[in-house]
C-alpha cells in the first residue's frame, strides 16, 4: 500500500503531524526507532513556558513580522485541554497528566542575592507538564484516528521520486521498502535524514555542540512556599547556569550543561552544587532518583524546510527554538501543509512561511540583540556577580538579565562602572515596541 504521509519520528512535533494528517483522513504511517514511544529516556524539557518571549529577550522583534507558536490552557480536574494560539480549533490536545504552575523565575548569586523575572510572585511563568503523558495522549489520538505506527523502527534513507518517496526502514524482523506521496522527517537533533536530504547544504556548523546533564530529584528545601523556577550562578564551580525547576510528577530537576569540547565534568558540578556551596541548603534531603543526559547542536537553523515531498522540523533544522510548543505548532502546520500538497496546492510555501515567521531566531534585530551582553557566566567572577545581582535587587528590576541591563544602560554604567564595561557590548539597543 502507498500511503499519504511518512512521519519519521515520535515526538511532539511528530505526533501532532501523524494525529492531525489522520484526523483528516490521510493514509499515515508513523516509524519511531524506539520500542516504546512514548517513554522519554534522555534529558528533555518538560517545561512551557508562556508568552512570545525566547531565550535571551522578552521583547518583540520590528525588523520582520512575528506570529510566534504559543499555548493556552482550559483546565478542568485531571484533564486540561491545550490550545495552539493562532491555530484552529482541531490543533486543540486533550492532556490527561500533571500540569503544574511555576511561579516567578527567579536567580541567585554565590552570596544570596536574587531577583525575580516578574515583578509579582504570584505570576506563573510557566507550566511543567508530564511530557510522556503528552506522547501517550497524543499516540492515542493518532491511532483513534486511523494511524498506522510501527515502533522498534528507524528510517535509513528517503529517496524522492516522481510523486512521491520511497523510504527504507529497519526493524527487528528487517528491512522492508516502502511508498509514501509526503514524508514529513521529525527524527531530532543529528538528523542523518536531514543531511542526506540536502538540508544542510550551506548551513554553517555552528558552535560546538553542548551536553546537558540533569538529576532527578525526590524533593528540595525550597524558601518560597510556591514552586519556582531557580537558576544559580556561580562561576568558581561552574561556568554557566544551574537550574532547578520541576519534574513531573512531583519531583525536581537540577541541571547544567556545557560545551562537549569541555573536560568539565557535570556530575561532579552537581555534586558540588548539592553539598558543598552556599545553594546546599536546597538539597539537604534531597535524593537523586536518576540521571539523565543529552547532547544538543548549535546549528544556525534550516530556512527552507519544506522542499519537494519533504518537510522537516524540530530540532534537526534549528537548536531548541521549536523548544515543545513550537514543535507542537510546526507538526500541526507540517499536517496540514501535507493536505494541501496533495490537493495541488503550494503547500511547501505555506510551511515555510509559517517557519520563518513563527521563531525569533530568523530576525537579524533579534539576534543583534542577543550580542549586546556579553554572557555574564564567562565574563564575570563570583563577587562582581554579587555585585550585579544586589544592583538589580535594590533598584527592583524584574525581567530577562540582558533587557534589564540594556534598558538601564546609563544608570548601570554609571554605578556599576567596571562590571558594565565588562558585559555591554557596543552598539545602542532598538526601544521597546508598543504593546497594542
Known amino acids: 500500500m502507498k ?20 484526523r483528516d483522513g490521510l493514509r499515515v504511517l508513523l516509524v519511531e526507532k524506539n520500542m516504546e514511544i512514548t517513554r522519554i529516556r534522555r534529558y528533555c524539557s518538560r517545561n512551557m513556558r508562556l508568552g512570545p518571549g525566547a531565550f535571551k529577550t522578552n521583547k518583540l522583534p520590528t525588523d520582520i513580522e512575528i506570529n510566534r507558536a ?34 516567578n523565575a527567579t536567580s541567585f548569586s554565590p552570596s544570596g542575592n536574587s531577583w525575580g523575572e516578574e515583578e509579582n510572585s504570584l505570576a506563573i ?22 494511524c498506522q505506527v510501527r515502533a522498534g523502527t528507524r528510517c535509513d534513507d528517503i529517496e524522492e521520486q516522481a510523486g512521491g518517496i520511497r523510504a527504507k526502514l529497519v526493524s ?11 514524508v514529513i522527517v521529525a527524527d531530532g537533533a543529528f538528523s542523518q535524514l536531514v543531511e542526506k536530504l540536502g538540508f544542510n547544504e550551506g548551513r554553517p556548523a555552528g558552535a560546538p555542540q553542548l551536553k546537558f546533564l540533569a538529576f532527578i ?36 530537576q537540577l541541571s547544567c550543561s556545557t560545551s562537549v569540547t569541555s573536560q568539565v565534568n557535570l556530575v561532579d558540578v552537581l555534586q558540588k552544587i548539592m553539598t558543598d556551596s552556599p545553594f546546599a541548603q536546597f538539597f539537604k534531603n534531597s535524593r537523586v532518583e536518576e540521571r539523565q543526559a543529552c547532547n544538543m547542536e548549535l546549528r544556525p537553523q534550516v530556512k527552507d524546510t519544506a522542499r519537494g515531498n519533504v518537510i522537516c522540523l524540530g530540532d534537526n533544522t534549528a537548536y531548541a527554538e521549536t523548544a515543545m510548543k513550537g514543535a507542537l505548532g510546526l507538526g500541526y502546520v507540517a499536517a496540514k501543509a501535507s493536505k494541501m500538497a496533495l490537493e495541488g496546492k503550494d503547500a511547501n510555501q505555506h510551511h515555510n512561511n509559517y517557519w520563518q515567521h513563527s521563531y525569533n531566531s530568523f530576525s537579524t534585530q533579534y539576534r543583534a540583540w542577543g550580542k549586546m551582553v ?3 557566566h564567562r565574563t564575570l567572577g563570583d563577587g562582581e556577580i554579587d555585585t550585579l545581582y544586589g544592583w538589580i535587587s535594590k533598584n527592583h528590576y524584574h525581567g530577562m538579565i540582558n533587557d534589564i541591563l540594556v534598558d ?5 554604567q554609571a554605578e556599576l562602572p567596571e562590571i558594565s564595561a565588562k558585559l555591554l557590548a557596543t552598539g545602542e539597543r532598538p526601544a521597546r ?4
Request: contains cysteine.
Open 374 to 376: 556579553n554572557p555574564i
Open 433 to 436: 515596541p508598543a504593546v497594542h
Open 217 to 252: 530529584l525526590d524533593g528540595i528545601s525550597s524558601p518560597y512556599p510556591e514552586p519556582r523556577h531557580i537558576s544559580f550562578l556561580m562561576p568558581s564551580i561552574h561556568k554557566g547556569n544551574i537550574n532547578l525547576s520541576h519534574w513531573p510528577p512531583g519531583r525536581y
Open 172 to 182: 527487528g524482523a528487517g528491512e522492508d521498502t516502502i511508498e509514501a506521496s509526503r
Open 408 to 412: 538601564n544602560r546609563s544608570q548601570f
Open 125 to 146: 511563568t510557566s507550566f511543567v507538564i508530564d511530557k510522556e503523558t503528552l506522547a501517550k495522549d497524543l499516540l492515542d489520538e493518532a491511532v483513534k484516528a486511523g
Open 3 to 22: 500511503y499519504d504521509l511518512l512521519v519519521v519520528g515520535g515526538g511532539p512535533g511528530g505526533m501532532m503531524s501523524a494525529r492531525t494528517a489522520a
Open 70 to 103: 504559543n499555548l493556552t490552557f482550559e483546565m478542568d480536574k485531571g484533564h486540561t485541554v491545550i490550545r495552539l494560539t493562532n491555530q484552529p480549533e482541531d490543533a486543540a490536545i486533550d492532556y490527561h497528566g500533571v500540569l503544574g504552575p511555576c511561579f
